[in-house]
């Protein structure tokens, strides 16, 4: 079982382009989460999305917007990237509200220049 | 706001013994996890409390206390590959996980 696949590992990405950083969980979860990580901050949430058609804004969700077409896949888009936007990001599931532990993926390393 | 805090970082002994604390303070309480992120990685789940007291799994044990907005995670027996980032996190009223900025740990020979 693969668990959480995040694509692709690392970007470099021109201020002002575009990107749409994949993720896919094949655990069936309910619930899935996109994080950026930062030095010296904690995990911060960005969107999020507890069952498939349904997303929510979380801490930091301006530039960002989210998809959940179905179950396994959560794409998270940068519409027109700046710098502020280098970071790490995660993808994470969990199997809903009640549910303890989130999964996450390997992490998306994220450059914009 | 919400809040969590816990100490940048800390060094230990292989073989010893180290308590990392966190304290919280946020909107609502659903349960507290700890976490561990290796340099390079993803976190890794290890503990959740929800009720007060102590919950122990083989070398981790993780205390809380919600009445003081506080728990630790303590870790026994350290061994070289414990060295890591080791990430607090509160479950809010929204049932979102509040996250601390870590606590890096070293463990020297």
């Known amino acids: 079982t693969a668990g959480i696949t995040q694509a692709p590992t690392s970007q470099i990405l021109a201020a002002g382009r575009s990107m749409t950083l994949r993720c896919t969980q094949d655990m069936r979860h309910n619930a899935m989460y996109w994080y950026r990580q930062d030095l010296g901050l904690g995990l911060r949430l960005i969107h999020y999305s507890n069952t498939a058609g349904t997303t929510g804004k979380g801490e930091v969700p301006d530039g960002y917007s989210v998809s959940r077409a179905n179950t396994d896949d959560f794409p998270l888009t940068l519409a027109s990237a700046v710098p502020s936007q280098t970071s790490v990001y995660f993808c994470?599931?969990?199997?809903?509200?009640?549910?303890?532990?989130?999964?996450f993926g390997p992490g998306t390393r994220l450059t914009v220049l | 706001g919400q809040n969590i805090d816990q100490p940048t970082e800390m060094t230990a002994t292989e073989g010893a013994i180290v308590q990392i604390n966190c304290t919280y303070q946020?909107?609502?309480?659903?349960?507290l996890f700890w976490y561990q992120q290796h340099a390079g990685e993803a976190p890794t789940f290890l503990s959740y409390?929800?009720l007060d007291g102590l919950e122990e799994k083989g070398r981790f044990s993780s205390f809380l206390s919600r009445s003081k907005g506080y728990s630790y995670l303590l870790l026994k027996e350290l061994q070289m590959k414990d060295s890591a980032s080791y990430l607090c996190a509160v479950r809010d009223s929204n049932y979102q996980l509040i996250w601390g900025a870590g606590t890096k740990l070293i463990i020297k020979p």
């Open positions: 946020t909107s609502g309480f659903n349960g």
């Open positions: 409390n929800v």
């Open positions: 994470a599931s969990s199997g809903g509200l009640e549910n303890n532990e989130q999964f």
